[in-house]
């Protein structure tokens, strides 16, 4: 199987023209998001793609850290950031592992259609609560692979044999919830707009 990096780095030029999905559903995951932010929060995005979210969160922010391990998508997303004239946006190249980030410096992190995807979510979900400021968000959407059909779960390894989808951690929200929890989160928003998403604002004390 290729690397994250290769695998997205591949599809990045097709995932930046691919539309949203479902629209309405995304426009009320920002309006809730929004409405936990201040004009002086330090947010943190990890896996932020082409940056079309962190462009829309940037003027209601005082600055964002926006990280992906594909460099393809960041070179989109500056691209965009430098065409919309939005220049409190550091994008940088890397994962929750990899980058050097100081402790409890974030007001938010958002980890959107990204959590699914990581071999490490526990450990992911820990490092977040370790770079959020007491009292931070965490703001996360993601698949629920063990929630979805079971047809569909079959499909997966043949899709990742020819390269068509990268790796997958199949956890169901129950699952979900109790990592939170686990981490020192307390669930303070929760809505799924499909049995197989979840969108979920978790809080640190
Ligand atoms: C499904 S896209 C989601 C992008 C964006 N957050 C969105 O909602 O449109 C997943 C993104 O996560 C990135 N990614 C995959 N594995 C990653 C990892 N371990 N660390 C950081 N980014 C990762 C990919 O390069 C890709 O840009």
Not at 1 to 27: G, H, L, N, V
Not at 77 to 95: C, L, M, P, V, Y
Not at 182 to 195: C, H, K, L, T, V
Request: with cysteine; net charge positive.
């Amino acid at each position: 199987m290729k690397s994250p990096q290769q695998f997205w780095d591949k599809i990045a030029p097709r995932y930046a023209r691919s539309p949203i999905r479902d629209e309405k559903s995304y426009q009320k995951k920002l309006a809730v998001t929004q409405g936990y932010f201040r004009p002086d929060w330090s947010v943190f995005e990890f896996g932020c793609g082409t940056g079309s979210t962190a462009l829309i969160h940037a003027p209601h922010v005082r600055h964002i850290v926006a990280t992906d391990v594909s460099p393809r998508m960041l070179e989109i997303a500056e691209a965009k950031a430098r065409d919309a004239g939005i220049g409190n946006i550091s994008f940088r190249q890397g994962t929750l592992e990899s980058l050097e980030l100081e402790a409890e410096s974030f007001d938010a992190v958002l980890g959107l259609n990204i959590l699914h995807l990581l071999e490490d979510v526990e450990g992911a979900i820990a490092r977040v609560h370790a770079l959020l400021k007491p009292g931070g968000v965490f703001v996360s959407s993601t698949a629920l692979i063990g929630a979805l059909k079971f047809y569909w779960r079959m499909l997966i390894p043949v899709m990742q044999a020819v390269g068509f989808a990268p790796h997958v951690s199949r956890f169901d929200k129950q699952a979900l919830v109790a990592m939170l929890g686990a981490a020192g989160f307390s669930i303070d928003y929760e809505w799924q707009p499909n049995r197989a998403t979840v969108f979920i604002v978790a809080k640190k004390a």
